[in-house]
T-cell receptor, first 115, second 113 residues
Framework: SAVISQKPSRDICQRGTSLTIQCQVDSQVTMMFWYRQQPGQSLTLIATANQGSEATYESGFVIDKFPISRPNLTFSTLTVSNMSPEDSSIYLC????????????FGPGTRLTVL | GENVEQHPSTLSVQEGDSAVIKCTYSDSASNYFPWYKQELGKRPQLIIDIRSNVGEKKDQRIAVTLNKTAKHFSLHITETQPEDSAVYFCAASRYSSASKIIFGSGTRLSIRP
């Protein structure tokens, strides 16, 4: 497996502002993903973070609202832009270990509250 | 589109009894089925997975069965213990380098002492 960390672990933000969440892995990974988990709900894939190219977004999620960077094989960021209270959620990154299976391992998550 | 349905949404069992959670999937090309356990305030943790070339897999007190014809799979936990209390998510994906996982809606399992 891999050690996956996220920063910040939690934050409280004002509406209209933006927050950037970082995901760091201790080894190179092929795939990195960003999920949203609203309170009491399941996990919804926001996008696949592609190294060296633009992220691939799922239906209902757009780059202007959730810009993603993936500068290398161990790091990615997700920005939640122009936040509203509806963006209050847990945001999790996950990784698919390079050269192994398609098993995904999750980071600890970032709990975001928007006032 | 792809969909994974999970039942029940909540389950309460007596400690020591068995618990069964069931899922169905819509994409017949799905061939990888992981199960995740999420304790309160924690990240989802993979507890067991199964691929389409096998029908059953066991790991101590947990087992997963897969029926590809019916497109359903189940998680079985035997001799339940208090630490089994959590939310369990089933998921399905097609194996590939760009695979994405579709999650079920989750089952909140409570173990009664």
């Amino acid at each position: 497996s891999a050690v996956i960390s996220q920063k910040p672990s939690r934050d409280i933000c004002q509406r209209g502002t933006s927050l950037t969440i970082q995901c760091q892995v201790d080894s190179q990974v092929t795939m990195m993903f960003w999920y949203r988990q609203q309170p009491g709900q399941s996990l919804t894939l926001i996008a696949t973070a592609n190294q060296g190219s633009e992220a691939t977004y799922e239906s209902g999620f757009v780059i202007d609202k959730f810009p993603i960077s993936r500068p290398n094989l161990t790091f990615s960021t997700l920005t939640v832009s122009n936040m509203s209270p509806e963006d209050s959620s847990i945001y999790l990154c996950s990784v698919d270990l390079a050269g192994t299976t398609d098993t995904q391992y999750f980071g600890p998550g970032t709990r975001l509250t928007v006032l | 589109g792809e969909n994974v349905e999970q039942h029940p949404s909540t389950l309460s069992v007596q400690e020591g009894d068995s618990a069964v959670i069931k899922c169905t999937y819509s994409d017949s090309a799905s061939n990888y089925f992981p199960w995740y356990k999420q304790e309160l305030g924690k990240r989802p943790q993979l507890i067991i997975d199964i691929r389409s070339n096998v029908g059953e897999k066991k790991d101590q007190r947990i087992a997963v069965t897969l029926n590809k014809t019916a497109k359903h799979f189940s998680l079985h936990i035997t001799e339940t213990q208090p630490e089994d209390s959590a939310v369990y998510f089933c998921a399905a994906s097609r194996y590939s380098s760009a695979s994405k996982i579709i999650f079920g809606s989750g089952t909140r399992l409570s173990i009664r002492p």
